[in-house]
């Protein structure tokens, strides 16, 4: 009888200082803050440019988050990767990049 192999999920994990945790967390708490905003201006039926102004406002705080995100990923996860010569990590980032460039 053939013996079957189990499928193994490897599960990554980026450890973060309190500082950097802080950091991501108060600039998350941020973007929500604007999100219940911009709900407080649909429910408070006001203008439609006020809303997409605030909208932008919010794309461009989760893209700089994305960005600090990015860059603290590579500095520390890739380059651990690199370092221990798993080049699977640059198939990982070129499917990150592409995800990116999508959105």
């Known amino acids: 009888m053939e013996e079957k192999k189990c499928c193994q999920k490897i599960e990554k994990r980026t450890y973060r200082t309190q500082e950097e945790k802080k950091k991501i967390t108060n600039r998350l708490n941020r973007i929500e803050g604007q999100i219940k905003g911009i709900k407080r201006m649909i429910q408070e039926d006001r203008y439609c440019n006020d809303v997409l102004m605030q909208l932008s406002a919010i794309e461009h705080s989760v893209q700089s988050l994305s960005n600090h995100i990015l860059e603290n990923h590579l500095y520390t996860c890739v380059a651990n990767d690199l370092e221990k010569g798993n080049l699977e990590v640059m198939d990982e ?11």
């Open 93 to 103: 980032l070129t499917s990150l990049f592409k995800r990116f460039h999508q959105a």
